[in-house]
């Protein structure tokens, strides 16, 4: 089991950056792939990253790749995504959660955060 906790939410203007960060509790977050999926208003929950349980392996959603980078520190039970370049577009509640395996789909993940609100003014 893992309890996953997003931070680093907020407000940005368009074409700045923000990390936001998931803090995991839990002695085995090191066997976890990590992923960000994030929904805006009345639009359906996407995926927009993942990483695998060592952190070798990336993907990225069309819409981010480019701009987005997740990363992970397993020694701190944290993963993050590094957001450059924002677009009002990216305006949404980012999630992150934690799957056995490394996947895009939404129903590989058996843990989710209780997402952070992302903002970009135009």
């Known amino acids: 089991q893992v309890q996953l906790v997003e931070s680093g939410g907020g407000l940005v203007q368009d074409g700045g950056s923000l990390r936001v960060s998931c803090a995991a509790s839990?002695?085995?977050?090191?066997?976890?792939?990590m992923g960000w999926f994030r929904q805006a208003p009345g639009k359906e929950r996407e995926h927009v990253a993942d990483?695998?349980?060592?952190?070798?392996?990336?993907t990225y959603a069309d819409s981010v790749k480019g701009r987005f980078t997740i990363s992970r520190d397993n020694a701190k039970n944290t993963v993050y995504l590094q957001m450059n370049s924002l677009k009002p577009e990216d305006t949404a509640v980012y999630y992150c959660?934690?799957?056995?395996?490394?996947?895009?789909?939404?129903?590989?993940?058996?843990?989710w955060g209780q997402g952070t609100q992302v903002t970009v003014s135009s």
């Open positions: 959660a934690a799957s056995a395996y490394q996947s895009q789909k939404a129903d590989a993940y058996n843990f």
């Open positions: 839990g002695r085995t977050f090191g066997s976890y792939a």
């Open positions: 990483i695998s349980r060592g952190g070798a392996y990336t």
